[in-house]
Nanobody, 119 residues
Framework: QVQLVESGGDLVQPGGSLRLSCAAS????????MSWYRQDPGKERELVGR????????MYADSMKDRFSISRDNAKNTVYLQMNNLKPEDTAVYYC????????????WGQGTQVTVSS
């Protein structure tokens, strides 16, 4: 059974930091590219960034690339999202996504974790 379980979401003050985790099971994690998305109620889900299966390459949305960092530990089947200098507009539910297969035909989503940035 495939599972992606996000954790680490919390209420944090502006300027603070959080590290989100996404623990994977039920598939060969090391062969899947991983992404983080976020969604605020009433808005479309947006890409935060992604990391290749090896972890050697990452990319980020322009608005987040200076503050957010994605990493992975294939030995632990976990991908991380480090978020620094958080702003109120970063408030959202954060989701991880796994994409694999020769044609990217296998796509799995986690259930999300809430991040709230407020004083």
């Amino acid at each position: 059974q495939v599972q992606l379980v996000e954790s680490g979401g919390d209420l944090v003050q502006p300027g603070g930091s959080l590290r989100l985790s996404c623990a994977a099971s039920g598939f060969t994690f090391s062969t899947y590219a991983m992404s983080w998305y976020r969604q605020d109620p009433g808005k479309e889900r947006e890409l935060v960034g992604r990391i290749t299966s090896s972890g050697r390459s990452t990319m980020y949305a322009d608005s987040m690339k200076d503050r957010f960092s994605i990493s992975r530990d294939n030995a632990k089947n976990t991908v991380y999202l480090q978020m620094n200098n958080l702003k109120p507009e970063d408030t959202a539910v954060y989701y991880c996504k796994a994409v694999g297969g020769r044609y990217g035909q296998y796509v799995y989503w986690g259930q999300g974790t809430q991040v709230t940035v407020s004083s």
